[in-house]
């Protein structure tokens, strides 16, 4: 079973940036895919970007394209999210997500095709 923790959440200006990490164990890392969602208030949680186990695939939402990267160090056990150019509209709770693939390369962007997610780290871009 396979345990995450976010963090680096916190409050920013529009316009600046931040990076999520999410630490992994109980499993090992470098055979897992991972995710990262968010969640804004009153809203259902949405995809955000995704990796493959090998970390040579990645995917990301049409809303965070060109100003988020997503990354992997799997002698670390961890996935980061680079935010860069914040929004307002990026607020939310960030959540890390992570399953085991099909294979190193498979990538995942569904909410249901993830069966372990972290506590969430909040983000709060103010205008």
């Known amino acids: 079973q396979v345990q995450l923790v976010e963090s680096g959440g916190g409050l920013v200006q529009a316009g600046g940036s931040l990076r999520l990490s999410c630490v992994a164990s109980g499993r090992t890392f470098s055979s897992i895919a991972m995710g990262w969602f968010r969640q804004a208030p009153g809203k259902e949680r949405d995809f955000v970007s995704a990796?493959?186990?090998?970390?040579?695939?990645?995917y990301y939402a049409d809303s965070v394209k060109g100003r988020f990267t997503i990354s992997r160090d799997n002698a670390k056990n961890t996935v980061y999210l680079q935010m860069n150019s914040l929004k307002p509209e990026d607020t939310a709770v960030y959540y890390c997500?992570?399953?085991?693939?099909?294979?190193?390369?498979?990538?995942?962007?569904?909410?249901?095709?993830?069966?372990?997610w972290g506590q969430g780290t909040q983000v709060t871009v103010s205008s």
């Open positions: 997500s992570a399953t085991v693939p099909l294979t190193r390369g498979s990538i995942y962007v569904r909410e249901s095709e993830y069966d372990t």
């Open positions: 990796i493959s186990a090998s970390g040579v695939l990645k």
